[in-house]
């Protein structure tokens, strides 16, 4: 049953394996790093808008507070939109990656148990 199993170098799982871990730490400390960054934008954007809000005294400065929020909401879906789009070439970079490592791992073992001759196991 066992006679036909070719030899095999079961070290080279090590290096692709590496890889990924490293991709994988760096994709994701990447992507929470933006996150971060835009949750403390956000933030200090709210507490603008609060103190802006707060200083209305009149209907001229609602009217404009409300009209300026409206061209920022329509440049932030803009930018949304731009990262978005960002955001998925940088998925698909990842994701050909993670194709390009698996492929190179597949035929570096691959190819070492083609040539060795198979172990003779009684």
């Given at each position: 049953?066992?006679?036909?199993?070719?030899?095999?170098d079961?070290?080279?799982?090590?290096?692709?394996?590496?890889?990924?871990?490293?991709?994988?730490?760096?994709?994701?400390?990447?992507?929470?790093?933006?996150?971060?960054?835009?949750?403390?934008?956000?933030?200090?954007?709210?507490?603008?808008?609060?103190?802006?809000?707060?200083?209305?005294?009149?209907?001229?400065?609602?009217?404009?507070?409300?009209?300026?929020?409206?061209?920022?909401?329509?440049?932030?879906?803009?930018?949304?939109?731009?990262?978005?789009?960002?955001?998925?070439?940088?998925?698909?970079?990842?994701?050909?990656?993670?194709?390009?490592i698996?492929?190179?791992?597949?035929?570096?073992?691959?190819?070492?148990?083609?040539?060795?001759?198979?172990?003779?196991?009684?």
């Open positions: 049953m066992f006679k036909n199993i070719p030899a095999a079961f070290s080279a799982f090590g290096a692709p394996v590496q890889k990924l871990i490293e991709l994988n730490t760096a994709t994701f400390t990447k992507a929470f790093e933006a996150q971060k960054a835009a949750i403390e934008k956000q933030i200090a954007q709210a507490q603008a808008d609060f103190q802006a809000f707060s200083s209305i005294k009149d209907v001229e400065a609602f009217s404009s507070f409300v009209a300026f929020k409206s061209e920022e909401a329509k440049a932030k879906i803009e930018a949304l939109q731009a990262e978005a789009l960002a955001t998925t070439e940088n998925t698909k970079a990842y994701f050909a990656e993670v194709q390009s698996l492929t190179a791992a597949t035929e570096s073992v691959a190819a070492p148990a083609a040539k060795a001759p198979a172990k003779d196991v009684a």
